[in-house]
């Protein structure tokens, strides 16, 4: 046992002299490995991003508009109701007993018309024969004439009468969606005012309202001039996305400009309006807009994941001939589906670190792996998604 622990200390010693004739050497890791792509051209519509508010196209609060207790509600509330569609029904015995009168009162005076003609006519005659005097004649045109608007009075009202009987029964205006009914069945409406019933507002279509800076507006018109002035300028194109949408998906168009801004906050009022069919987007909704202001442009496009951003603004990574990364500051431009414009500081020459930006440091040299881009087709600039 002590012979071969001898033998082993021993053996390990020469092991050990052995190793010392080959010192340790660092051998440093290869470059890193990034994707490097060319910029592409593509089509690029230059456009202005806005906020702004939703608004229904019309509201209108349903009122009493005569007195009387309220009988029936027939609808529910928050639905969609159609254009004439009943919702409300007053009391109608009163205003039906008031329409008869009216008509009453039209045969009665109708019969005092006939009578005061007739006798006209017969003392006319007389007079002609010496054998009435003037004065009855003079009466009996008098008479007549009254009887005469004493009818008209009393047609008039019977249509007030049929008015304030068609009152009994409140209508929707236009289809739209009814809010709560703000009056139960059996309370008293319309004494000495018009109580409000309910609210409707008419949201297919819908507005979206916003406004737009004295310098973009400036320079909007500055590009198209002759449309300024123009009365029958083609529609202009507005894009919409809700807060919890990605990028634009409504299409709507620019439906009315102001014709002054405000000098209190240097801005014009524009309103676009906006196909809403299955009442997705509701009043008072903040709204993303984009109004696209020229006609789409060839521009360098790349990926917005290689554009980084920091206190000098936006930048890429360029790799030189040399495996080098550098630096570069760019000016960019409106984005084009997922792709971003570059509009200075690029050449479609350069190579640009798409993938592996944290592991490409500038100064320092890189595997670098060619890969191609696709340019996005055109016309998904109008429907990115927000930044």
């Known amino acids: ?218 320079r909007v018109r500055g590009q198209h001039q002759d449309e300024a002035t123009n009365p029958h300028t083609p529609d202009v194109p507005v894009f919409l996305g809700l807060v919890n949408e990605d990028g634009y998906p409504h299409q709507g168009k620019l439906d009315f400009a102001g014709i002054r801004l405000d000098p209190t906050t240097g801005t014009l009022l524009l309103r676009a309006i906006f196909p809403n069919t299955d009442y997705s987007i509701l009043p008072g909704l903040f709204a993303r807009l984009k109004v696209p202001v020229d006609a789409a442009q060839s521009a360098l496009l790349i990926p917005v994941e290689a554009i980084g951003y920091d206190q000098l603004g936006p930048y890429v990574l360029v790799v030189d001939d040399k495996n080098l990364v550098e630096r570069r500051s760019i000016t960019t431009g409106p984005p084009a589906g997922r792709m971003m414009s570059v509009s200075d500081g690029l050449k479609s020459s350069d190579w640009i670190v798409v993938d592996g930006l944290l592991r490409a440091i500038p100064g320092k040299e890189v595997t670098p792996v060619r890969q191609p881009l696709a340019a996005e087709p055109a016309g998904d600039s109008a429907g990115a998604p927000a930044r």
């Not at 994707?35 to 519509?45: A, C, E, K, L, N």
């Open 1 to 218: 046992m002590q012979r071969t622990l001898a033998g082993i200390l021993t053996s390990m010693l020469f092991l050990g002299i052995g190793g010392c004739d080959r010192p340790n050497t660092y051998v440093p890791p290869p470059p890193p490995p990034v994707i490097i792509s060319q910029p592409v051209v593509g089509p690029v519509t230059p456009y202005l991003e806005l906020t702004g508010n939703t608004q229904a196209i019309k509201t209108v609060e349903l009122r009493a508009r005569v007195e009387g207790y309220l009988e029936k509600i027939l609808f529910r509330e928050g639905e969609i109701v159609r254009e004439g569609q009943l919702l409300f029904l007053i009391q109608q015995n009163t205003y039906q007993a008031k329409l008869k009168e009216a008509k009453a009162q039209v045969l009665a005076d109708k019969a005092r018309l006939m009578h005061a003609e007739t006798e006209f006519a017969r003392f006319s005659g007389l007079l002609k024969q010496n054998a009435a005097a003037q004065t009855d004649v003079d009466r009996w045109h008098y008479e007549r004439d009254s009887a005469q608007a004493a009818v008209m009075a009393s047609e008039a009202n019977v249509e007030l009468a049929q008015l304030n009987l068609s009152y009994t029964e409140v209508r929707a205006p236009f289809t739209g969606r009814a809010g709560r009914r703000l009056k139960d069945p059996g309370n008293l409406v319309g004494a000495g005012e018009k109580t409000v019933l309910a609210e409707i507002n008419q949201i297919d279509p819908i507005y979206a309202y916003f406004t737009i800076s004295e310098h973009d507006l400036l």
